[in-house]
């Protein structure tokens, strides 16, 4: 049997996060480099699917691959990390200076891999701007609109929506990110992080390094949304709404219920 305790996997989670957090900045840039860009490809083939098939749902089925790709390479996805390091903090493995600086850097490099592959999908899809009737263009394009214009029509109940969605999303990316530890076969870690990562994209919540991706990539593409309503309605409360969601309902309450009586 290949299956991990959930006290095992809460314990492995804290050492695999001391590590991260004593990453070099050239590595955690780098790696969060990687996992912007991977996030951005699986990003592009679940709207692929989407718009060929006409369901949401085959797009949702798909997506989890660029997790799949992050996690078993143990790269830098900011989200998931939103939960992994504080629970190394909370038993004591690292320090919060250490957290904040894989933080900082792990986003960083995310948004410049997302942004760079961007960059690549629009000269590929547009055949370097010549023609824009792709049809996933306008799927990118309606999607990045929903996730900043019409939060901005709704006004301050558009801040709490966001947030909301955001809180949803980084609950099952980081239970994405945990369930990889529930088994030590590769198949089955695929499995078990596939089911979170699925529920959450499949419910169109808010990601913070999807965003990187799909808003700038429709700005690309012709979208009027300005740099203002991509950070404003959009990036800066996802991403506060993500870290509190995995510090938590991931982090604080996983380490409550596994950790060992008389110790913190």
Not at 168 to 190: D, E, H, P, R
Not at 227 to 246: A, K, R
Request: hydrophobic fraction near 55%; include cysteine; charged fraction near 10%.
């Amino acid at each position: 049997m290949d299956y991990v305790k959930p006290n095992e996997v809460v314990q492995s989670i804290a050492i695999a996060a001391e590590k991260k957090a004593s990453l070099s900045v050239l590595h955690i840039l780098i790696k969060g480099f990687l996992s912007g860009a991977f996030l951005g490809y699986a990003t592009t083939l679940a709207y692929q699917a989407s718009t060929q098939t006409g369901l949401d749902i085959v797009g949702a089925i798909i997506f989890p691959t660029g997790f799949v790709i992050i996690l078993l390479l143990n790269l830098e996805l900011v989200t998931g990390s939103f939960a992994m390091l504080p629970i190394a903090r909370f038993r004591g493995l690292t320090t919060t200076p250490k957290i904040l600086r894989n933080f900082t850097w792990a986003f960083i490099g995310n948004l410049i891999g997302s942004v760079f592959y961007a960059v690549l999908f629009f000269i590929a899809i547009t055949k370097f701007g010549h023609t824009f009737d792709a049809p996933v263009i306008d799927k990118i394009i309606a999607v990045a609109e929903s996730k900043t214009l019409d939060y901005k029509g709704y006004g301050g109940d558009g801040y709490i929506v966001v947030f909301v969605k955001a809180l949803l999303c980084n609950w099952m990316v980081t239970m994405g990110a945990v369930m990889a530890f529930t088994s030590q076969a590769t198949i089955g870690k695929i499995a078990a992080m596939w089911i979170p990562v699925f529920i959450f994209f499949a419910q169109g919540f808010e990601h913070a390094v999807v965003n990187m991706f799909v808003i700038p990539a429709a700005m690309m593409l012709g979208a009027d949304i300005s740099f203002g309503d991509w950070w404003l309605w959009n990036q800066i409360p996802v991403t506060i709404g993500n870290l509190i969601s995995g510090i938590i309902f991931t982090a604080i309450c996983l380490h409550v219920i596994t950790k060992e009586k008389g110790k913190i």
